[in-house]
């Protein structure tokens, strides 16, 4: 028995001796098909960890997209509802209306009141079309910038895996904070912001020496190029710096120990709001907006006035600033106005510094 296991050891020796360049190749052949096969593996394992990325990605956009088009209307709807008391405000500080009412009843012969109240009525006039521009222009971006913070929190609680399932203790106290983080803030902006708002818009209209020259009585011929310039003119946002902005947005960072514990739980959105409002891209988007009305403003209040006119005296020019003005304030043109803002590319980039770890996955618009 032993003889023959040597004898076949033996044979089987001889036989990989004589076939040993047989046995190499099928050894390198085995070793490389099989190092191939785990290669390919591993390339198809990236693939697919690659693939699931991508539309994990594709979803984390898709639902960020949706969150930022529901901010979008949240922050209209509420835009829409401070309006009407934005304007009972203006129109109140600048009753336009309650000089044109005295000019009517005014008698013929009291010449030298009726050369006043015209004076008047042009100052206020041009004085409420600014206030109505820049008041629009900062309650836009201040309400998209509370809006943003605040949906921010609630896209990053949906994100978390670590959300609450029973969230009605949570819930409360986010809507506690809201109310006081949005109640703080506007009732600033209405109480203190516009009226510093119309005061400074006053200071630079009243003290415009052309505007004072144009008086009702000798200005019987307004050019569409003169108009244009004092227009130009009177548009002072852009000298405005950070700092004064700020004034007419939020309360300083100075206030009482009892307004601190109020605000307790809104503390923290209100210190962001406050570094969002120090931010360039804060300046630039309400530059942006003022301009962008400024501009549509003038081309309309133009073309009105001087449609196949080459001049038109200073008393046709005051009326229709109250109705420039009051366009802003109009439910038929609220659609207008707000694509026309919320379609700029400022407002896009204040966005992504709100949404900042989010900022590769914003979409181009959210709008």
Known sequence: MWDAVCRARKRVGQWAGQHQTLLVGTGVVVACGAGAYYMVRRVVNEAENMTKDIKRQIAEQQRLSVHLRRTEEE????????????????????????????????????????????????????????T???????????LHCEL?????????????????VDGDDDSKDTLTKQHQFLSS??????????????????????GHAELH??????????LPTDLR?????LHVAPQWSIEQWQSFLI??????????????????????????????FLLLALQDATNTLVTTLQDQLLASLFDNKQ????????????????????????????????KRESLQHLTTSIFAPFAPSIPSTWV
């Open 75 to 130: 922050c209209k709807a509420a835009f829409l509802r401070f309006l009407p008391s934005m304007k009972s405000r203006i129109y109140k500080q600048l009753d336009l209306e309650h000089v044109v009412e005295s000019l009517k009843l005014l008698d013929k012969n009291e010449k030298d009141t009726r050369d006043m109240l015209w004076d008047d009525a042009k100052l206020i006039g041009f004085t409420r079309l600014y």
């Open 132 to 142: 109505s521009v820049y008041a629009y222009s900062l309650l836009q971006v201040l």
């Open 148 to 164: 943003l913070i605040m949906g921010r929190e609630t896209f990053d609680k949906v994100a978390s895996a670590h959300a609450k």
């Open 185 to 206: 803030t506007m009732d600033y902006f209405f109480t203190t912001g516009l009226p510093k708002l119309i005061e400074a818009i006053e200071v630079h209209v009243h």
């Open 213 to 222: 020259a144009w008086r009702v009585h000798e200005k019987r011929n307004v």
């Open 229 to 233: 310039s004092l227009l130009d003119e």
């Open 251 to 280: 309360f300083p960072e100075t206030t009482s120990i009892d307004d601190v514990q109020l605000l307790a739980s809104a503390m923290p959105w209100l210190n962001e709001l406050r570094d969002i409002l120090d931010s360039p």
């Open 311 to 342: 001049d038109v005296p200073l008393a046709k020019i005051i009326p229709q600033l109250k109705a420039e003005a009051a366009k802003y304030f109009k439910p038929q043109h609220q659609d207008q106005l707000w694509d026309d803002l919320t």
